[in-house]
Nanobody, 118 residues
Framework: QVQLVESGGGLVQPGGSLRLSCVAS????????MGWYRQAPGKQRELVAD???????NYADSVKGRFTISRDNALNTVHLQMNSLKPEDTAVYFC????????????WGQGTQVTVSS
């Protein structure tokens, strides 16, 4: 089992910045990938960015050049630095972990609200 706890959401003006953090606990050695997804009202949940144990990253086109995902060496904490925020970035952001434990499992955090508005 893996537990995920997010922090760092809030209200920010357009053009501003926020930093989200996600701390994993439990079977962290089984985690192969962690990432951030978001879900806006009336829309499907979508990938924002993810990072693998080897440090390779993947970003949605809509956030490339504005968001940066990073992790600590143990891959139990990931951060999402969000710069140049736009109103369309408003969503609930969820931390996700992919773990291999006699099969592949996906775990989710409870979500943190990010609102970009003037």
């Amino acid at each position: 089992q893996v537990q995920l706890v997010e922090s760092g959401g809030g209200l920010v003006q357009p053009g501003g910045s926020l930093r989200l953090s996600c701390v994993a606990s439990g079977s962290i050695a089984s985690i192969s990938r962690m990432g951030w997804y978001r879900q806006a009202p009336g829309k499907q949940r979508e990938l924002v960015a993810d990072i693998r144990r080897d440090g390779s990253t993947n970003y949605a086109d809509s956030v490339k050049g504005r968001f940066t995902i990073s992790r600590d060496n143990a891959l139990n904490t990931v951060h999402l630095q969000m710069n140049s925020l736009k109103p369309e970035d408003t969503a609930v952001y969820f931390c996700n972990a992919r773990a291999v434990q006699h099969g592949v499992y996906f775990y989710w955090g409870q979500g943190t609200q990010v609102t970009v508005s003037s």
